[in-house]
C-alpha cells in the first residue's frame, strides 16, 4: 500500500529551471532531488480530493486531486529554493549537498498519512532522476504538514521513531505537548499565543460579546476550547454561540449557522477556519445577504486571496485577521520565474504542473479538451512567460507562510551543521561521541534542533522552547477594498511576546478601516454597562456578558457588581463613588458642646468666686464654724469635677480617654470623701457635747481628717491604675450606631473597672448621705448635716439616673449624659453646701455672728429655712 498510495494522481511529467543546473521530476504527487542528505516535505498543491468508495471486492482506486492551488505549489518551490541556496553556501554544510522529496497532501489526512509514511521509510519502486534508475531513500526530517489534524496523525506515528517534523502552518495547541509529540517543531505559534492576542484585540476594543465560528477538526476544536477556557480565565469577554462549520458543503447546516448569527445580537465573529471551507460559509452569507458583522479571522484564511472577491468584499472587507509574521526572501522571485513545464517527457500533461501552468495562463496542452478551441480557448506552449501574470505566485512583498518553510528549512540546515562541528570526544552522546551524516538517525537531529538558535537574513532569530515552540509574534491584518475594485490587506500592528514586556498589541488604529457607516469601530455587548448607581445582576441561564441593573442599596457602589465601600467610607446619593463617612463626636463647636463647655466654665468660675469669698471671710463664725480647712478642700475638687467635663468634650484621643474617666473618679472621690469627713466630724461634735463624749474628738483632728481623705482618694486612684493598666479605655471609630456615620467614642476598655470605679463613688456617697442623715435633727441652729443630707440626695439621684440614660444613649449622646451627670451634681453639691452660706455671709451679716451661729432655737428650727 506504501508503495502505491502516494501516486495520488500520478502521472510523471520532467520539468526543469531554465537556469538552474537541475533537473527532477515532479509529478502530481511527488517532486524529488537527489543529495547527500534528503529532507521531506508535505504541501497542499490542491484544494479538493475525492477517494472513490473501498468495495473490498477490487483492487482500491487512487483518490483524485483537482482546484489548483497556486500558494500551495509556491510553498513547495520556497523548500527547494531554500535547499538550493544552502546548497551554494559554502559557510552552512560545507561540502555536503542536501536534497528533498516533496509530496503533494491534498489538505486530505489519508494521502498525506500514506505520504509521510514514504518520506520516511522510502520507496520500492524505481523513479527516473536525472536520466538515472534510482531509489527513493528514506528522508532524515519532514516540513510540514499544513493542517494541525495531518500534523497530529504524522507525528504520532513518526513521533515513535524520533523522526523529525518541523510544521510551517499547524497551529493546534495540543501539539505542544512534548511527552506526546517529541519530534514535533513548528516554525508559526501555536493557537494558544494566537486566542490570547485575539482577546487582546477583544479587550482593547471592548467586544465583550462575541460569536466563534470553527472548523470541524483538531484546529477548529482545540481553538475552540483554548478560547472559551481562556475566556473563564480572563473574564472580558463571553461567547454568544459557538457553531461547527461542517467539513463539506452542507448547505441546511449553513444555513442553520447563518440563521443563529443573523438573530444573534454579537457583532464580532471570529472564525477559525480554512480558506478553502470558508468560501461555502460565505455564499450562505450573502445569500441571505447578513451585513453589519465585524469579522476576526484566524491565520489559515487571513490572506486568502480566494475569498478576497467583488462577491465577497462587500461583506468581508474591514476585517481584522491574525497573519504569520511577514518576512523577506531575496532571490526568491527570480528562482520561481525560471520553473517551466518540459513537454519532451509527457504527452498526457495529466500532473500538477500542467494543471498549474494551465490554471496560471488559462490555456490547455494539446490536444484541448473539446469545445475549448470553438469556444475560443488558447493552446499552452510551455513558453509563456510567469512574468507576464499578475498573480499571487509571483508575489513576494508579502511573504508569510513562505517565510514559515524559509525558516524550517533552515533550522533542519543548522541543525545538521551543528552535527558537523562536533568534536569528537565532546559529543553529546553516549561515550561524548559525535553523530555523523552518514550514519544519522533521526533522534540525533532533534537533539540538535531542540537547542539550535540562529537568525534570518531578515533579522529574525529562530529557536524552539521546551514544547518545540518558535518565538511568538502575529501580525494583525485589516481588509481593504480600493474605490478601483482592487483589494489590500494592509498590516495595522502586532501581537507578540517577549522577555521583557510579556505580551503585549501594538495597533495603529487610524490606519485600521470599519466596514460601517460610522467609520468607526462597532459595540458588541450583551448587555450596556450599568449606569453610575447601579450593579449588575446576572441573567439566569446566560452567560455573564448579560445581565440586568439594578439599582446598589446603601455603602455600595460600582457599575458592574455591588461592592460596599471601605469602612471609612459610604456611597454618595448618586451611588456612583465612595465619599468619606461623616464624622461624629461632641465637639466644641456643636451648640450642645458648647453649652456643656460654658456650663462647666461657669461652675469653675463660681467655685472661684466662692473660695474667694470664703477666703475673705475666713475669720468669721459661719467660715470657721464649718472647717474652712475641708470648706477649701471641697471647693477645690468641686472645681477639678467642673474642669474634668472638658476632657469628654472634642475628638477622643487616647490620652484624654485614658485621663477622662481617671481624673473624673478621683476629683469625685476627693470631693465626696470631703463632705464624709465633715458629716463625720458634725457626729464627732454633737458626740462631745454630751457628756463623757470629748474624747471622741480626739479622733478627728486636723491630721486625722486630711489622712482620711487622702486615704480615700488614694483608693480610687488604685482602682484608675488597675483600670488603666490591665484594660485602658482607647478611642472608637462605632459605625453601629449609623451606616453612613462614624462615631468617635471612647471604649470603656474594662467594663468591670468603671463598675467598680462609680461603685466606690456611690459607696463614699451613700455613706456620707446615711451619717448626714442620722444626724440631721441636732440642736444648732446652723445644722451643716441637714444640708449635706439634701446635697447626698441630690448626688445619689442624679448618678442613679445616670446609669440607664448613658446605657440607652448612643454614640456623642453618651459622653453628653456623662458630662451633664457631672455637672449637675457638681451644681448640686456647689448649690446645697456653699448656697446657704454664701447668703449669710453676703446678704445677712448679722446672722454671721458666733452668738448667732451658736444660738438654739424653739422647737429646733434653723432660720435659715424658715
Wanted: a neutral charge.
Amino acid at each position: 500500500a506504501l508503495s502505491t498510495g502516494h501516486k495520488c494522481c500520478l502521472q510523471s511529467l520532467k520539468i526543469s529551471h531554465q537556469k538552474g543546473s537541475s533537473s527532477l521530476l515532479f509529478d502530481l504527487n511527488g517532486m524529488y532531488k537527489a543529495g547527500d542528505v534528503v529532507l521531506g516535505g508535505l504541501f497542499q498543491i490542491h484544494f479538493f480530493s475525492s477517494v472513490a468508495i473501498q468495495s473490498f471486492t477490487s483492487k482500491p482506486q487512487q483518490p483524485t486531486c483537482n482546484g489548483v492551488y497556486a500558494l500551495g505549489f509556491k510553498l513547495a518551490q520556497t523548500m527547494a529554493f531554500a535547499i538550493d541556496e544552502i546548497n551554494r553556501n559554502s559557510n552552512l554544510l560545507p561540502n555536503v549537498t542536501l536534497g528533498y522529496t516533496l509530496y503533494d497532501s491534498c489538505l486530505e489526512l489519508g494521502i498525506g498519512f500514506r505520504a509521510a509514511l514514504s518520506l520516511a521509510s522510502g520507496q520500492e519502486e524505481k523513479i527516473i532522476l536525472n536520466g538515472t534508475c534510482v531509489g527513493n531513500p528514506p528522508v532524515i526530517g519532514i516540513v510540514g504538514d499544513s493542517s494541525s489534524t495531518n500534523s497530529i496523525a504524522i507525528t504520532n506515528v513518526l513521533g515513535l521513531y524520533r523522526v523529525p517534523m518541523v510544521s510551517y502552518f499547524s497551529t493546534c495547541s495540543c501539539l505542544s505537548n512534548r511527552q506526546k509529540y517529541p519530534s514535533f517543531f513548528r516554525t508559526i505559534p501555536s493557537d494558544a499565543f494566537q486566542v490570547r492576542a485575539m482577546i487582546k484585540i477583544l479587550k482593547h476594543f471592548s467586544w465583550t460579546w462575541v460569536g466563534l465560528l470553527v472548523s470541524d477538526d483538531d484546529y477548529g476544536l482545540h481553538a475552540a476550547r483554548s478560547f472559551q477556557s481562556e475566556l473563564s480565565l480572563s473574564g472580558e469577554a463571553c461567547l454568544a454561540y459557538t457553531e461547527v462549520l461542517p467539513w463539506d458543503k452542507d448547505t441546511e447546516e449553513l444555513r442553520r449557522i447563518v440563521d443563529v448569527m443573523k438573530k444573534s445580537t454579537a457583532r464580532v465573529v471570529i472564525v477559525f477556519e480554512h480558506y478553502s471551507r470558508m468560501i461555502n460559509l460565505m455564499e450562505e452569507v450573502v445569500r441571505q445577504n447578513l451585513t453589519g458583522l465585524q469579522w476576526m479571522a484566524s491565520e489559515a484564511w487571513t490572506a486568502a486571496a480566494v475569498l478576497q472577491t467583488p462577491q465577497l468584499m462587500p461583506y468581508l472587507r474591514g476585517t481584522l485577521g491574525i497573519a504569520i509574521r511577514r518576512g523577506e526572501i531575496p532571490g526568491l522571485r527570480e528562482f520561481l520565474l525560471q520553473i517551466h513545464p518540459d513537454l519532451h517527457h509527457n504527452s498526457s500533461y495529466g500532473n500538477s504542473m500542467v494543471r498549474f501552468w494551465e490554471f496560471t495562463f488559462q490555456c490547455r496542452f494539446a490536444p484541448a479538451p473539446a469545445g475549448w478551441l470553438e469556444g475560443g480557448g488558447a493552446i499552452c506552449t510551455g513558453q509563456e512567460d510567469l512574468e507576464n501574470v499578475d498573480n499571487e505566485f509571483l508575489d513576494v512583498s508579502n511573504l508569510r507562510p513562505e517565510y514559515n518553510v524559509y525558516k524550517a528549512v533552515y533550522a533542519l540546515a543548522y541543525s545538521l551543521d551543528d552535527i558537523l562541528h562536533c568534536k569528537p570526544g565532546r559529543g553529546p552522546f553516549s561515550g561524548n561521541s559525535c553523530a555523523t551524516l552518514r550514519s544519522l538517525e533521526p533522534w540525533q537531529l532533534v537533539y540538535y534542533l531542540e537547542r539550535v538558535n540562529f537568525t534570518t537574513p531578515f533579522g529574525d532569530q529562530v529557536s524552539f522552547d521546551e514544547n518545540g515552540d518558535a518565538l511568538p509574534i502575529y501580525d494583525v491584518m485589516n481588509w481593504l477594498w480600493l474605490p478601483d475594485g482592487s483589494t489590500k490587506v494592509q498590516n495595522v500592528g502586532e501581537v507578540k511576546r517577549s522577555a521583557l514586556k510579556g505580551e503585549e498589541l501594538i495597533l495603529d488604529e487610524d490606519r485600521i478601516f470599519w466596514n460601517f457607516e460610522s467609520k468607526k469601530p462597532p459595540r458588541s455587548v450583551c448587555s450596556e454597562s450599568c449606569p453610575p448607581g447601579t450593579h449588575m445582576v446576572r441573567e439566569k441561564g446566560k452567560p455573564q456578558c448579560c445581565f440586568d441593573c439594578i439599582p446598589c442599596s446603601e455603602g455600595k457602589i460600582t457599575n458592574k457588581s455591588s461592592t460596599s465601600c471601605p469602612e471609612d467610607f459610604w456611597s454618595n446619593p448618586q451611588r456612583d463613588h465612595c465619599v468619606t463617612k461623616k464624622t461624629e463626636f461632641l465637639s466644641y463647636l456643636d451648640p450642645l458642646g458648647i453649652c456643656l463647655t460654658t456650663t462647666s466654665l461657669l461652675g469653675v468660675f463660681i467655685c472661684a468666686v466662692v473660695l474667694g469669698i470664703f477666703i475673705y471671710y475666713r475669720r468669721t463664725p459661719i467660715v470657721r464654724a464649718n472647717n474652712s480647712e475641708l470648706s477649701f478642700q471641697l471647693l477645690l475638687s468641686l472645681k477639678l469635677c467642673f474642669l474634668c467635663s472638658l476632657l469628654f468634650i472634642g475628638r477622643p484621643r487616647l490620652w484624654t480617654c485614658q485621663l477622662r474617666h481617671a481624673a473624673f473618679g478621683i476629683s469625685f472621690v476627693l470631693c465626696v470623701s470631703c463632705i464624709l469627713v465633715k458629716t463625720m466630724v458634725v457626729l464627732a461634735v454633737f458626740k462631745a457635747s454630751k457628756p463623757g463624749g470629748g474624747a471622741s474628738l480626739k479622733w478627728f483632728g486636723s491630721m486625722q481628717q486630711r489622712g482620711t481623705v487622702l486615704v480615700l482618694t488614694a483608693i480610687q486612684a488604685a482602682i484608675c491604675t488597675t483600670w488603666l493598666v490591665s484594660s485602658s479605655p482607647t478611642p472608637h471609630k462605632n459605625t453601629q450606631y449609623h451606616n453612613d456615620k462614624i462615631v468617635y467614642e471612647c471604649a470603656v476598655g474594662s467594663t468591670v473597672g468603671f463598675a467598680v470605679l462609680l461603685g466606690y463613688i456611690g459607696m463614699l456617697a451613700f455613706l456620707s448621705f446615711l451619717i448626714a442623715f442620722l444626724v440631721r435633727n441636732l440642736p444648732d441652729s446652723f445644722n451643716e448635716a441637714k444640708l449635706i443630707t439634701f446635697s447626698m440626695l441630690i448626688f445619689c439621684a442624679v448618678w442613679v439616673a445616670f446609669v440607664p440614660a448613658y446605657i440607652s444613649s448612643p454614640g456623642k449622646l453618651a459622653d453628653a449624659v456623662e458630662v451633664f451627670a457631672i455637672l449637675a451634681s457638681s451644681f448640686g453639691l456647689l448649690i446645697t453646701l456653699f448656697g446657704p452660706k454664701c447668703y449669710i455671709i453676703l446678704l445677712r451679716p448679722e446672722m454671721n455672728t458666733k452668738k448667732a451661729v451658736m444660738a438654739r432655737e424653739k422647737n429646733n428650727k434653723n432660720p435659715i429655712f424658715k
